[in-house]
């Protein structure tokens, strides 16, 4: 699947800008740094895992915003994360480090190999609004306890 370039969508008079794109996600140093250590409720691992990395080019199309929605290629599942322009994600692929915001939206199919796909999973991303949560109450809203 290749990327597309950013949809202008109109919804109830608003116009919303989405664009389709491959995710990848991976380990990054302080991603590791930070869970190893036992720190994956603090402020410090959700500024460095609940993040959406698009080529600097991507984010402008998008209108440059601060945060975005990354939903699922089934439109099932979506996460907010703070939108993050690196110059070192090729143009129509998005990187979110290893950790429970990628996991909303990766695709669980595992095609009898015990492991989902972690990279190329097709993903929709638009800018939003909406509130980027902590890893502790984004496991609470998946699992309906708040």
Not at 57 to 72: T, Y
Not at 75 to 90: G, T
Not at 95 to 124: C, H, I, Q
């Amino acid at each position: 699947m290749e990327a597309t370039l950013p949809l202008s969508v109109h919804t109830g008079g608003l116009e919303k800008i989405m664009a389709e794109f491959l995710l990848n996600t991976g380990s990054t140093i302080d991603e590791g740094r930070l869970a190893k250590g036992g720190r994956k409720l603090t402020d410090e691992y959700t500024e460095e895992c609940a993040v959406c990395k698009m080529n600097p080019q991507d984010h402008c199309d998008l209108g440059s915003p601060g945060k975005v929605k990354v939903i699922s290629r089934d439109k099932k599942h979506s996460v907010a994360v703070y939108a993050r322009p690196d110059r070192s994600v090729p143009q129509g692929q998005v990187f979110m480090p290893r950790a429970v915001w990628s996991n909303v939206v990766v695709d669980p199919e595992t095609f009898s190999t015990g492991s989902p796909l972690y990279k190329g999973s097709p993903v929709v991303v638009e800018p939003t609004g909406d509130d980027v949560l902590s890893a502790e109450a984004l496991v609470l809203k998946l699992y309906r306890r708040v």
